[in-house]
């Protein structure tokens, strides 16, 4: 049956050089748009600066450790909460797939915490704790473990009953079972809650930083607003775009070579 | 042990419980199969085929009853018990090679490293898959997967090959092609075979034996020696007079078994004709 979903031409989907080539015209043409708009003053450049000027912003940055040291400071942290979030999250995952009284005892906490924005908690964790490195990571894990986790428990519930059965009948080792069936299929899933976690995991960073004043690009930002620097801000927060795109873009492209037999894939490299 | 049948089925009954409703699906199904024989259990769709041979293969409990394989009561699948499932898409892994998805039952124990990659060449050839090893399951047709769904069990070297509806999902063609090679392959190599299939046509074309299951809750409504000739053909099998009076018998068990509509979750079970 699936076999026909599979085959199926993919009208819906486009190559991922076709989508690439859609999304540069795109953002070419708006940046355009930005920059005709500000040489005719229809945007003040004391609240939105013109593209041209933005760009020589970023290249004076450039050139600074601080700035550096800032992107390095929010790349880290965000690359670290990541491993926490999936040494938690495995584990958890599992123990709500394996049993039932696990799943139904933690439904209703999760339900509860997972509404919570990240970002909402950042005031009463530094009252509280105070601004710590201990607490940043805090932060960022518990508003981007959700995603992951919830993935994590659909995926172990996807894997094909049958393909289950094949293994107990031909008799199949714990770690070949886990090896062989769980992971593999459990990995599109993985790759989908860590693209959504890293997202949320960046913004909460950078969002911290800007509240707080801890070292990252969040700070930069909230400096060069205060001092009035509207086109260094500016570039800050394209920079900010850039990480969650360059982020996003690692994971997605992790999931070529990784999911190569999956219908997804199958079909982009078909298209 | 000195065990008589390969497999022997004791007075085994299936009822599913999901909260308050029980669905009595399998009721005292008794026969046995013989070493090297072809045995088909037909059935009409939902009567409880994939459910006997999940309790035969040691995949779910039996309620009442027990299996007997080789003489021993079977509780989780037996080392020489293989099963080919219908949904070939999902047993056979994607994310592995055919040649990968025919290795990784074969255990260290049983089949040294280097003798794998013979075993799998001949089990390929078997199932008329020379060379195919390094292709991946989707980029074959569906026949193509169902056989090496089938050289997998084969490489197992199984005593016994149980197979649940193999060729529903493919086309008609391929599904006579199928027939043929699954038959050929069990007459060269002595296999048993216990087919179970909801295809009348399938059941007398291949079978040594026919087991009819019919009712509900099923039970075995007659169990038929077919005595037609052993080399079976499409064509020629299917015109003897033999081969339409079989085919006609069974049809008529399972027909007889469908008029008196009862319902699953019915309290007390109408007793079944016994042969
Ligand atoms: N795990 C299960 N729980 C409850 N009912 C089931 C389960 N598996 C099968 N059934 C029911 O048992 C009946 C027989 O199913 P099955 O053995 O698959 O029949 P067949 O293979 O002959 O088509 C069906 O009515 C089906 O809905
Ligand atoms: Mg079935």
């Not at chain 2, 005292?28 to 088909?40: N, P, Q, S, W």
């Amino acid at each position: 049956m699936s076999q026909v979903v599979v085959n199926r031409h993919p009208r819906g989907t486009l190559s991922r050089q076709a989508e690439l080539t859609l999304g540069a015209v795109g953002l070419a043409g708006l940046i355009l748009l930005w920059q005709v708009a500000s040489v005719a003053s229809l945007l003040s450049e004391r609240v939105v600066p013109a593209p041209t000027d933005v760009a020589g912003a970023l290249g004076r940055l450039s050139v600074t450790a601080d700035f550096w040291g800032a992107v390095w400071a929010t790349v880290s942290i965000t690359v670290i909460a990541m491993v926490v979030i999936l040494l938690i999250a495995v584990p958890t995952a599992m123990a709500i797939h394996a049993s039932r009284f696990v799943e139904h005892s933690t439904w209703f906490l999760i339900e509860f915490l997972k509404p919570i924005p990240g970002v909402a908690l950042i005031p009463l964790a530094l009252l509280l704790w105070g601004p710590t490195d201990g607490v940043k990571l805090f932060l960022i894990v518990f508003g981007s473990l959700w995603p992951m986790l919830t993935q994590l428990v659909y995926g172990l519930r996807e894997i094909p009953g049958l393909a289950l059965e094949m293994a107990r009948v031909y008799r199949f080792g714990f770690w070949q079972r886990i090896h062989r069936i769980t992971i593999p299929s459990v990995l599109p899933f993985t790759l989908t809650g860590l693209r959504i976690s890293v997202t949320i995991a960046l913004i909460i960073a950078i969002v911290t930083e800007y509240i707080v004043g801890m070292s990252g690009l969040g700070s930069l930002l909230a400096l060069a607003q205060l001092n009035g620097v509207v086109d260094q801000a500016f570039a800050l927060l394209l920079v900010s775009g850039l990480l969650g795109l360059g982020f996003s873009g690692s994971v997605a492209a992790l999931s070529g070579p990784l999911l190569f037999w999956h219908p997804s894939q199958r079909e982009r490299r078909n298209g | 042990m000195g065990a008589e049948h390969l497999l022997d089925l004791q007075d085994l009954g299936k009822t599913y419980s999901t909260g308050a409703v029980r669905a009595r699906i399998l009721e005292g199904v008794e026969f046995t199969v013989d070493r090297g024989e072809f045995v088909c259990v037909v059935g009409p769709s939902g009567a409880g085929k994939t459910t006997l041979l999940k309790c035969i293969a040691g995949l779910t409990a039996p309620t009442t009853g027990r299996t007997l394989f080789e003489g021993e009561k079977v509780t989780e699948p037996p080392a020489k018990l293989a099963v080919i499932f219908q949904d070939y898409s999902r047993s056979l892994l994607p994310w592995l090679t055919v040649a990968k998805n025919i290795e990784l039952p074969l255990q260290k124990a049983r089949f040294p490293a280097r003798e794998r990659p013979g075993i799998i060449a001949e089990a390929l050839a078997n199932v008329g898959l020379e060379g195919k090893g390094g292709v991946y399951p989707w980029e074959m047709s569906g026949g193509m997967q169902q056989r090496a769904a089938i050289a997998r069990g084969l490489a197992y070297q199984p005593d016994v090959l149980l197979m649940d509806e193999p060729f529903a999902a493919v086309d008609a063609q391929t599904r006579i092609d199928l027939e043929d090679l699954v038959l050929g392959m069990s007459r060269r190599l002595g296999m048993t075979v216990l087919f179970v299939t909801h295809d009348i046509d399938e059941a007398v074309y291949m079978a040594d034996r026919v087991v009819v299951l019919s009712g509900t809750p099923a039970a075995v409504a007659r169990d038929i020696t077919v005595d037609l000739p052993g080399e079976r053909d499409q064509v020629q099998t299917k015109n003897l007079p033999r081969y339409g009076e079989l085919r006609a018998e069974v049809f008529g068990l399972i027909q007889a078994a469908k008029r008196p509509a009862m319902q699953r979750t019915e309290t007390v079970p109408a007793r079944r004709m016994v042969p």
